[in-house]
């Protein structure tokens, strides 16, 4: 058995719902621009005939579960909301078909993809990589996992709030790129493991929060998710 300098970090994870046990959590990527309107407000409008999904990811310790209290971030006067639908993995795969990306499927999470818009934007104009804009410490809001064994979901309303007002309202009908198609594309690049978390996009609407908003989305047959943005932390 190995022993360690210190303590190892405790594995990443989430709730699943109507189960004790927890979803240890792996990688986690993020599809960009997936949302024609979305693509459009962000001035970069997505052309799927010729393009093809892009990437990001984020540390795995960035995942905070719904409910939670995060800090105002440091670095940042542009704090953005993207309520997002969360795909988990429970198989994995290789250079999966579309056809089959299905069988990946382990359930889905509503999810918050918190980005420091400014700081984005800033270094996508510069050709530089988003990390500071998104790899956020706390940044990555998941709901409880609700288990659908190898089911693709293709339509349903996907929504965010703040402070009781309607920011984001779309449907998972309009994603550029479906699930399996992201499965398809993304296994060409990585070998899928479960665990792997995949957020889908977002829609149009994004937006800045202040501390002490809050935060309330939801996705049809999937669940509620809720956020508060706290004091800057130290
Ligand atoms: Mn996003």
Not at 87 to 92: Q, W
Not at 104 to 114: E, N, T, W
Not at 128 to 156: F, H, Y
């Amino acid at each position: 058995m190995s022993t360690y300098l210190w303590t190892p970090p405790p594995t990443p994870s989430l709730p699943i719902l109507g189960r004790e046990e927890r979803l240890p959590v792996n990688r986690l990527f993020f599809v960009g621009r997936n949302y024609h309107a979305h693509a459009a407000e962000m001035g970069r409008p997505v052309n799927k005939a010729q393009e093809s999904p892009f990437y990001f990811t984020k540390s795995p310790c960035s995942l905070v579960e719904s409910g939670a209290t995060v800090a105002y971030p440091p670095g940042t006067s542009n704090f953005q909301f993207e309520m997002e639908l969360v795909v988990a993995l429970g198989e994995p795969g290789f250079q999966v078909s579309a056809a089959r990306a299905h069988e990946l499927i382990y359930g889905y999470a509503c999810g918050l993809d918190m980005t420091r818009r400014d700081l984005q934007l800033a270094a996508r104009d510069k050709g530089r990589p988003w990390d500071l804009g998104k790899d956020v410490e706390a940044s990555s809001v998941a709901s409880a996992i609700v288990p659908m064994p190898k089911q693709l979901l293709d339509s349903g309303e996907i929504a965010l709030s703040v402070n009781g007002q309607v920011r984001q309202s779309s449907d998972l009908n309009k994603l550029i790129w479906n699930i399996a198609e992201i499965i398809e594309d993304l296994s060409r690049y990585y070998h899928l493991q479960p665990g792997d978390l995949v957020y889908t996009g977002t829609p149009e609407g994004v937006g800045a929060v202040v501390t002490g908003d809050h935060l309330e989305g939801h996705i049809a047959g999937v669940g509620r998710i809720s956020l508060d943005i706290g004091l800057a932390g130290r």
